[in-house]
């Protein structure tokens, strides 16, 4: 049965300078929290160098979530996105926006609970977009 993890990957940008046709630039490392059924719930708000810094920040990361806060606030076009922070840095984000500031909350303490309950985050490995 599929369960909540998380992805660690490369980001990698186009460039159509090439004749028209895009050329792949290696980007840095980052990761992202899916949902059982692959829907996108979090995302790193910090890059990484390399995969093992990207892992090791989120093998600190499990250790920081019980004393962590999720925060509601609002972007651009005023809809409502969470941050989860500790002490003063936020360390993950939401991906997708929310209409209601209780939904953005709500979304954020699940993320919260769920990225608690992932083991094996030490045999990610990265995925190349």
């Known amino acids: 049965m599929a369960s909540a993890r998380f992805q660690v990957f490369t980001r ?7 004749n028209g046709s895009a050329k ?8 992202r929290f899916l949902s ?6 979090g995302r ?7 995969g ?26 005023g809809l409502w996105v ?5 002490d003063r840095s936020d360390v993950a984000m939401s991906t997708r926006c929310y209409q209601r500031r209780l939904h953005a909350e709500n979304a ?10 992932v083991r094996d985050i030490d045999e990610l490995q990265v995925v190349h977009f």
Not at 36 to 41: D, F, K, P
Not at 44 to 50: A, L
Not at 56 to 65: E, F, G, I, P
Not at 82 to 86: A, C, F, K, S
């Open 36 to 41: 059982a059924n692959n829907r996108s719930i």
């Open 52 to 77: 093992e810094a990207c892992v090791s920040a989120l093998l600190d990361l499990q250790k920081v979530l019980p004393g962590s806060s999720v925060v509601t606030v609002r972007d651009e076009l």
């Open 12 to 18: 990698c940008s186009t460039d159509g300078r090439n």
């Open 24 to 31: 792949r630039h290696a980007g840095s490392v980052t990761w």
């Open 82 to 86: 969470w941050r989860l922070r500790v």
């Open 44 to 50: 790193s708000v910090s890059d990484f160098p390399d």
């Open 108 to 117: 954020g303490s699940a993320f919260r609970d769920l990225a608690a309950t």
